[in-house]
């Protein structure tokens, strides 16, 4: 699964997920508590990221469709399909995108540079997961 991800975060590193923030499981859903992953700060880092970018790349005029949500969701459903480890993941997801939300209501040259850094360090973190955790 790394793999494909890794891939597809280096080789469409400028595509974003839809304009909206990830919601969390129902509250009716069953807990699922699972062991942690010896990457799951890297894989945390990584949900940020993405939705550092979804806002960022939204507000800088990026009309790119549904990718990047669609691979955070086969991300959050391979990984952390249910429980702790899934809301952590989501509460990343989030926390990136309304901390963006609060700051910047426009595209600035800041808003580009952080979009350009943010999808080198995305791009890192996607190749060392694989490196380390991939079979």
Do not use: H
């Amino acid at each position: 699964m790394f793999r494909r991800i890794a891939a597809a975060f280096v080789l469409t590193a400028f595509a974003a997920l839809p304009a909206q923030a990830q919601s969390a499981p129902p509250a009716a859903a069953p807990v699922q508590d699972s062991v942690p992953a010896p990457y799951d700060a890297d894989l945390q880092r990584l949900a940020e990221i993405l939705g550092s970018l979804q806002y960022l790349r939204t507000i800088c005029g990026s009309k790119e469709g549904q990718k990047w949500r669609n691979e955070m969701q086969a991300l959050i459903d391979s990984e952390a399909p249910g429980g702790e480890r899934r809301r952590q993941i989501v509460a990343r997801f989030n926390r990136g995108y309304r901390g963006f939300e609060q700051t910047y209501r426009t595209c600035t040259p800041a808003a580009d540079l952080a979009i350009r850094r943010y999808l080198d360090e995305g791009a890192k973190i996607a190749r060392e997961i694989t490196a380390r955790y991939a079979n």
